[in-house]
């Protein structure tokens, strides 16, 4: 009964904060439970709705981010200082290929003004988008294609690699918002219930510490009710309850979007 009871002031603290993240964070995913947005690049960005259209808020790598969408589809992006867009898209079956027309994919035209950025087709889940676009050298021989997750406009709709404007938006996202697809709720349960359940296993190993410890010791030797932990494995247990709550810390963070 000794590690139960003679509990000294760090176990005394990692249960009381264990048990404080579990009432604070069962009230914070509560209410973020019913909160709706776009994961965009990892971070979470709250929907609201506007004259029609819709407008996502929050913050990207740091800085101030709002994504707004007319009811006619036109996707504008701001970050910081910067402005992409407005960008629209036009659905029509005649934007695919010919090669494509058969395959179940969406025909999609992305422009920005009267400049046509963009053409090309899409599955229905919005993944493994297949885009073209016509370069004027090109047209008599055929298309060029390109991978939708690696296109990115920058403010001109120019094509720019992602690591020259790290803030340029891809077209993937232009469709799926567009689209109004793939809106998830602010709150993970599954990374939740994870964070709880790290907590319990935890919480038994702290209370129980020498009967767990005896308990592998009686599969190794005899007598094991008298063996007796070394400081280097007291140091394990301390260790690995620290890093076993800090894990579960984390697991709440990232269930509520904010890592």
Not at 71 to 98: C, H, N, Q, S
Not at 154 to 171: H, L, M, R
Request: net charge neutral; proline share 2%; with cysteine.
């Amino acid at each position: 009964m000794k590690g139960r009871i003679n509990l000294n002031r760090y176990q005394k603290a990692l249960l009381i904060g264990m048990a404080l993240f579990l009432v604070v964070f069962a009230i914070l995913y509560i209410i973020s439970a019913h909160q709706e947005g776009y994961l965009y690049r990892n971070s979470f960005l709250s929907l609201s709705k506007e004259n029609g259209g819709a407008v996502y808020t929050g913050k990207v790598d740091g800085k101030a981010a709002t994504i707004t969408v007319s009811p006619e589809k036109a996707v504008l992006f701001a970050f910081g200082e910067k402005r992409y867009g407005p960008y629209t898209v036009r659905e029509d079956p005649a934007f695919l290929p010919g090669a494509y027309r058969n395959e179940g994919l969406t025909g999609v035209e992305i422009r920005l003004g009267s400049k046509s950025i963009l053409r090309g087709g899409y599955d229905s889940d919005g993944y493994g988008m297949m885009l073209y676009y016509e370069d004027e050298a090109s047209k008599e021989t055929g298309i060029t294609m390109q991978q939708g997750s690696v296109v990115y406009f920058d403010a001109d709709g120019t094509i720019v690699n992602a690591w020259d404007d790290a803030d340029a938006p891809s077209c993937a996202a232009i469709l799926e918002l567009a689209a109004g697809s793939h809106l998830v709720r602010k709150c993970s349960w599954g990374l939740f219930l994870l964070g709880v359940f790290l907590c319990l296993v935890n919480t038994v190993m702290i209370l129980f510490a020498y009967e767990l410890f005896r308990l592998q010791m009686s599969l190794r030797i005899q007598n094991a009710r008298d063996a007796q932990p070394s400081d280097f494995e007291r140091n394990c247990w301390y260790i690995s309850w620290t890093v076993m709550t800090g894990v579960a810390f984390v697991c709440f963070l990232m269930g509520l979007r904010l890592l």
